[in-house]
């Protein structure tokens, strides 16, 4: 019970800094030229396959899609605690054949396998 207060305490906490990444320059980006549908999906699979593997309090996170422009911006968002942006990506059409997937997470939550899988979405 108590780690589970210190984890939810941690938590609201890399929440309230993960609000604070829609002003900031990305953590990483990369671009690529599939349609962006797919990438988007993609994303959201990479995003959701990371929380599964990062043990057992996000294991059943899943993200969901906002529609910022249609067929131009989107962001993929954890859908957890009432829609506090933990971090998320953007996946962004600069015209037709590019596309930039940018993502926005804090320094300790970014890995290797998170990395690799969203660089084969580009």
């Not at 990479?46 to 911006?73: S, Y």
């Not at 957890?80 to 997470?105: H, K, M, N």
């Amino acid at each position: 019970m108590k780690l589970t207060a210190v984890a939810l305490g941690c938590l609201i906490l890399a929440g309230c800094a993960g609000a604070q990444f829609r002003n900031t320059r990305p953590t990483a980006t990369w671009t690529g030229k599939r349609p962006i549908g797919e990438v988007v999906a993609c994303v959201q699979s990479a995003l959701d396959q990371n929380a599964r593997l990062m043990g057992p309090l996000t294991q059943n996170v899943k993200h969901r899609i906002e529609t910022v422009e249609p067929e131009r911006v989107y962001q993929i968002i954890p859908d957890i605690l009432g829609g506090i942006d933990l971090y998320f990506a953007r996946v962004r059409s600069e015209g037709p054949d590019r596309i930039t997937i940018e993502l926005f997470i804090p320094t300790l939550q970014y890995n290797a396998p998170l990395r690799d899988a969203l660089a084969k979405c580009a």
